[in-house]
């Protein structure tokens, strides 16, 4: 009969941990890189060339994307993919949305029209061939799959940035914060040992008639607390109902001047900044577009097309 003790675990344990011991000039060289570079421009960049010395998304980090429904969330989140593309590998896994739907509302956003034509979606598909994947699964899909799936596109496919569309798809029971917790320190361990970005939707409290006009803030993210403790960066969109309510109302106080929408950065773990950008609305493309009268961005670049 063989006998397992436990001193057998404690030298297991011991070996594999011994492998994540690593003298600190291993890492050296990056961290020369991120001093000569800066922090903030350290990573990959969001479309808009006013971000750009603001916020960059890291490999081995997480990145809520939060907002109230209907306050383009996951719409931007697909613009932000596009570009994204550009230099690294991206997959979407948007559960709520048909793949299909997911597909045209992005070639609407990568022409900059509303209905690209058949011979532009040819050239876009040759071009983002390989580039842009999607995870083929709507409803809800459990947690262990969600990880999974992560780790196989890592290093399967290379994928570097990983797009997660939403947390309550993601099998995690709402009313419980251990769970939560569980799955977001999952996230953290996957985006670090894979060296990706990891995006998750979650959603916004609706605000109460006191503060309806005002921007969310880090507090008012569903859910359990830990999660924005333990994730690297906070993005909270929104819309500037105020100036649609002034113009749905035909007050004299609408002004068209006035941002359509924001996005603040409301945490930014190893960044130097947090704030608010104001953005406008573009509708054939379904852009957020950075300056009023601007346009559509078209892919790969606003001075470019394919």
Request: net charge neutral; proline share 4%; aromatic share 10%.
């Amino acid at each position: 009969m063989n006998i397992i003790q436990d001193k057998n675990f404690r030298n297991f344990i011991a070996q594999q941990e011994s492998q994540s011991i690593c003298p600190a000039n291993d890492f050296m060289a990056e961290a020369i890189d991120r001093l000569e570079n800066g922090v903030k421009l350290y990573g990959e960049a969001l479309p808009w060339q006013k971000t750009h010395d603001q916020f960059r998304f890291r490999e081995g980090e997480v990145t809520i994307w939060a907002g109230i429904n209907g306050n383009g969330k996951s719409l931007v989140m697909g613009q932000a993919a596009l570009w994204l593309a550009k230099t690294s590998k991206v997959l979407i896994a948007s559960m709520e949305m048909l793949p299909a739907a997911t597909v045209a509302r992005m070639l609407r956003q990568a022409s900059g029209e509303s209905q690209p034509s058949r011979e532009w979606s040819q050239k876009f598909e040759e071009y983002s061939k390989d580039k842009v994947w999607i995870y083929d699964q709507v409803g809800t899909v459990n947690p262990d799959s969600i990880i999974g799936m992560i780790h196989w596109a890592a290093t399967e496919l290379g994928i570097k940035h990983i797009m997660i569309d939403s947390l309550v798809k993601c099998g995690i029971n709402q009313s419980d914060n251990e769970p939560q917790k569980k799955f977001m320190d999952s996230l953290q361990w996957a985006a670090k040992e894979h060296k990706i970005h990891i995006h998750i939707v979650m959603h916004i409290r609706k605000p109460d008639q006191n503060n309806a006009f005002t921007i969310p803030r880090k507090g008012d993210v569903k859910g359990a607390g830990e999660l924005v403790d333990l994730t690297d960066n906070l993005l909270i969109l929104s819309r500037n109902t105020q100036k649609e309510y002034y113009k749905q109302k035909g007050d004299a106080k609408y002004d068209e001047r006035q941002p359509d929408s924001y996005i603040n950065v409301a945490k930014q773990r190893h960044g130097e900044w947090e704030g608010v950008w104001t953005f406008w609305w573009h509708e054939s493309s379904q852009q957020w577009i950075p300056k009023q009268g601007v346009g559509a961005q078209p892919y790969p670049s606003p001075s470019t097309k394919l």
